[in-house]
């Protein structure tokens, strides 16, 4: 299958194109189309037993949707290893294909309705008794596929169905799903193809659309469904979620875009290698006599590049709202980069992934090398890049890559993870595909694949609880130390809850089922309900929670508790109440529909809907005959007045004014154009630094903030007439020189500098010496630098001295041990802190016994003691961190003192505890936040507080202010610890 590269797009940008007029005596270029898909192979699974007096047997009954047996139904059997269209995976993204939402993957779904391939294909057939029951003999395997359809009856389908487990399928009444097929103008498109295939029962469905694009997908049984439409001339538009019923669809079909390339250099054509890039798109083609033309394109966002020998132009990010978008590249002077990754080691890295992105961020060129592969990107132009790398079983890393004429040699260091890997079964000893495994203490989640098989990477060494949920499949827990491999994580029934949903008098398709228990967790349905409306919790711990049910069209239900117990199945019926709607439509001042607003109200009590090619929405499931106000929110357009809307009553019209277009110059002081920079959220990239933009205008004039890398950022305010903003000019940012050196004294190469305030980073050269631009903003700021274990930091100001010197130390081993509050070990637990220098947040997690050991950086830290981890109210430990290794126990250790003070609480003020005699402090005392060893109290809860875990000896006192000064500055006081009774500070 063909791999597509993930290239983000959160906001429209709109860059201004080079016309080219393609000379007359150059043949045309020739159009790259998408390569034609390989789709996977679907190898038939058996599901019979060698022997005919052999193997399992299977029963079940077919009921209709009132639950009256359903004779004479046909009843299908595969198995459930056997692979569908359902369980294929987007390649870039790792998303199911049928939820992925990028537009290139619907291409990808149209290749298997094309090619009739990925669906389900019965191994056996049975036919109901007149009582619906069903029976299938002589199996082999422990997980079927079974699903049935009758005359009248839509199909319905059990995953997962065991031998010797009762089935029961319940069909729903035949239904269907009716729209339009339009395009860009909302004229319907005659002969569209329409498909769709049930997220449920993947059994395929298609219609032609009439003369005036409508269709009708009849015969269909249980959803959701994933509808895809097509047209020749059309990209294929996708509605991946749509429920039968009345509710008309509308796919609005957009026209192929053509990118049109020429490449030159001092203005002449070059032959060159042209390279796109988009969210899933990745494309190449040789362009001869310097023209390229690409067809198939979405009007999206993509980066466009070319090299050639030597030479490379500058990437150009694009958003192609034309049918037709010409550009010309011209290629300059330019460089490679020769990549090596390696381990912290120094060994070659197993098969990592490489991928060079622009300073912004936008991917240009993506490589997976082999094991100890010299990797070469570019030519690359003249100028800065971020290198990315990745490889299973390591960290992620970036280096800045500044690419400078000829070779440029990187080594890309991957530190290794600390990996817990695993499987997750169900109660039978099957693999549970795409199930949820969350982590804790850190809270994270990974997802586990088509076989259950998972691999989660964890901060640090130690004792972890995995857990997994399946509202079908049961739950489960287990407890491993990291790292750990082969961990087996089985489901079981455990508490179960059947939660049957009505409306209307009956059940609900489509609905939904929410638990949570306070302050612990939250359990929510893993699939809607089908047609018998039934959702099933199972694998719940005992206990009482709160649920909630929903459905789209309906209220959502009233908060009810439930009570479940260990090997029990408690049934509810949940009664929802019908809806209403706010229907209305989004219009121009001139009265033209606005396609792809988002609407939502105010109060949120639904989720935002986009307007469709008419300019139309409905917001469903609101409260009958209460106001809502009503928000459109588009990149182009801005809305101007409140509407307010109320459900069930009459449509709204929401008025939006277009945004207009801006056009300028962003130049240096000096008057050199800035070729890269940021308007707001476009990000331009321009030659000669013109730009043409949309952007939103408060009254009568346009306020715009203008940033580029090096430079001060700019706040321009000017009239909105007329649209040209003239020459934009930027003040370069004052810079930080420096040298990072050893501990020898020797300078440092390829070391990566940065700041805690800064957005870029930037290598020492061959002595070690750099130039960073200083933040904006920022007065003070830490200079960072780091090469592999190695690490430093350094204070530095836009006002003061602007060259520092980092000298780069090893990594501390810091062990210890922490302590509950009652004095016992804290086995697996998580601590969290920040290095206060840097502003790096840190985690570790105890073992069993409770200790830990882990590598730092060395400096200042502040940990989190209490439990919610709040900077307000909770102690946190000050504490620096230097030499080669350190202990540092937390909490209530032997032999450790409490120290309880008596102050008079106020907002604003803090308590500090630090080890020693201080005989002055600052006002208010910041500097005590890199204080050598002890205790911050910000904002005390209450006047008698007592802080635990002191060493003992002496400590200063320190009752002040936390951000400003004050007339009477900081109450200092020493005590010897431990001591007879209560420090007062206040009265």
Not at 91 to 116: K, M, N, T, Y
């Amino acid at each position: 299958m063909r791999k597509w590269f993930v290239i983000g797009a959160a906001t429209a940008l709109v860059v201004v194109a080079v016309a080219v007029l393609w000379p007359r005596d150059e043949p045309p270029p020739t159009p790259v189309a998408p390569v034609a898909r390989v789709l996977p192979e679907f190898e038939s699974v058996e599901v019979f037993s060698s022997g005919a007096s052999e193997g399992l047997t299977l029963t079940g009954r077919v009921l209709d949707a009132r639950g009256a047996p359903v004779a004479g139904a046909e009843v299908f059997l595969s198995a459930s290893a056997q692979k569908t269209l359902t369980s294929v995976r987007c390649d870039e993204c790792g998303e199911a294909l049928l939820a992925c939402p990028a537009r290139e993957s619907g291409l990808h779904a149209l290749a298997f309705f094309e090619q009739a391939r990925g669906f389900l294909q019965p191994k056996a057939t049975v036919r109901t008794d007149a009582q619906g029951r069903f029976r299938f003999e002589h199996l082999a395997g422990v997980s079927f596929s079974v699903w049935a359809r009758a005359s009248g009856f839509g199909a319905a389908m059990r995953e997962r169905a065991a031998p010797g487990e009762p089935v029961e399928l319940y069909l729903p009444p035949l239904r269907s799903i009716g729209g339009q097929v339009v395009d860009e103008a909302g004229r319907g498109l005659p002969g569209a193809h329409v498909y769709a295939v049930s997220r449920k029962v993947p059994l395929p469905s298609e219609a032609v659309a009439g003369p005036d694009g409508s269709f009708t997908l009849s015969g269909l049984g249980e959803g959701p469904f994933y509808v895809l439409a097509t047209a020749s001339g059309f990209l294929p538009a996708v509605e991946p979620l749509v429920e039968a019923g009345p509710q008309p669809v509308r796919l609005r079909l957009e026209p192929s875009r053509t990118l049109e390339v020429r490449v030159t250099h001092q203005g002449s054509p070059v032959t060159a290698t042209v390279r796109l890039k988009a969210d899933h798109l990745a494309r190449e083609v040789r362009a001869e006599r310097g023209v390229a033309r690409f067809e198939d394109l979405y009007p999206d966002e993509l980066v466009v590049s070319a090299e050639a020998g030597k030479l490379g132009a500058a990437p150009r990010t694009l958003t192609l709202s034309e049918r037709l978008t010409q550009v010309t590249l011209e290629l300059e002077e330019a460089g490679t980069l020769l990549v090596t990754v390696v381990d912290e080691a120094g060994q070659p890295v197993p098969s990592p992934e490489l991928v060079v992105r622009t300073a912004r961020g936008k991917p240009i060129q993506t490589q997976k090398p082999s094991t100890g592969e010299l990797v070469q990107f570019g030519p690359l132009a003249v100028g800065d890049y971020v290198l990315e790398g990745r490889a299973k079983g390591f960290r992620d890393a970036q280096l800045p890559a500044r690419v400078m004429p000829g070779e440029t040699s990187l080594e890309l260091e991957l530190a290794r993870a600390t990996l817990i890997t695993g499987q997750v079964l169900d109660q039978y000893g099957r693999p549970a595909p795409n199930v949820s495994v969350l982590v804790q203490p850190t809270g994270d989640a990974v997802l586990a694949d088509a076989e259950g098989h998972f691999s989660a990477a964890v901060p640090t060494p130690g004792l972890y609880e995995l857990h997994a949920h399946h509202s079908e499949w049961g739950g489960g827990q287990v407890k491993v130390t990291a790292p750990a491999e082969g961990v087996r994580l089985e489901l079981e029934p455990r508490a179960s809850l059947e939660v049957t949903v009505m409306g209307e008098g009956r059940r609900l398709e489509g609905a939904d089922v929410l638990l949570w228990v306070d302050n612990e967790g939250i359990f929510r349905s893993d699939s809607s309900s089908g047609p018998d409306g039934m959702v099933p919790m199972r694998g719940l711990p005992p206990g009482t929670y709160s649920m909630v049910a929903t459905h789209p069209d309906y209220l959502p239900s009233e908060r009810q508790k439930v009570v479940v117990a260990d090997g029990q199945t408690q049934r509810v019926t949940v009664t929802l109440e019908p809806g209403a709607g706010i229907q209305g439509e989004v219009v121009d001042t001139r009265g033209a529909p606005v396609e792809g607003a988002s609407v939502s109200v105010l109060p949120r009590m639904a989720e935002p809907v986009t307007t469709d090619a008419q300019g139309h929405f409905e917001v469903r499931a609101l409260k009958p005959g209460r106001p809502y106000l009503v928000e459109a929110r588009h990149s182009g357009y801005d809305q101007r007045e409140r509407v307010q809307g109320t459900p069930g009553g009459d449509p709204v019209r929401v008025v939006m004014e277009v945004r207009g277009k801006f056009r300028g110059r962003v130049v240096a002081e000096d008057g050199e154009p800035i070729k890269r920079f940021r308007l707001d959220e476009h990000d331009v990239t321009s030659p000669d630094g013109r730009f043409e933009v949309a952007l939103p205008t408060a009254g009568d004039r346009v306020i715009v903030s203008v940033e580029a890398a090096g430079f001060e950022p700019l706040m321009v305010d000017k009239p909105a007439q007329p649209n040209d903003l003239g020459d934009l000019v930027l003040e370069r940012a004052p810079s930080v020189t420096g040298l990072v050196r050893d501990e020898g004294g020797g300078p440092v190469a390829d070391a990566v500098v940065g700041c805690d305030a800064c957005e870029d980073s930037v290598m020492t050269g061959p002595d070690g010496r750099f130039t960073l631009p200083s933040p904006p903003f920022v007065a003070k700021f830490s200079v960072t630098a780091r090469k592999g274990r190695l690490s430093a930091s350094a204070s530095a100001s836009r006002e003061g001295p602007r060259t520092v010197e980092l000298v780069l130390k090893p990594a501390t081993r810091l062990s210890g041990t922490v302590y509950r509050p009652d004095g016992t070990p804290a086995p697996g637990f998580q601590l969290e802190g920040v290095h206060a220098d840097r502003g790096e947040p840190i985690s570790i997690v105890t073992g069993p016994d409770g200790r830990y050991s882990t590598d730092v950086s060395p400096g200042h830290y502040r940990f989190a003691l209490g439990a919610a981890r709040e900077f307000s109210g909770e102690p946190a430990l000050l504490v620096q961190v230097e030499g080669g290794e350190k202990r540092l126990d937390f909490g209530p250790a032997p032999g450790t003192a409490s120290l309880t003070v008596q102050l008079k609480s106020e907002r604003g003020k803090a308590l500090w505890v630090i080890a020693g005699d201080m005989r002055a402090v600052g006002n208010p005392p910041k500097e005590l936040i890199r204080a050598s060893y002890g205790q911050l109290l910000y904002q005390p809860r209450g006047d008698r507080i007592t802080l635990q875990g002191f060493p003992p000896g002496r400590y200063t006192l320190v009752w002040s202010n936390f951000h400003t000064d004050t007339e009477d500055g900081p109450v200092v006081r020493t005590v010897d610890l431990p001591t007879s009774g209560d420090v007062v500070l206040a009265p």
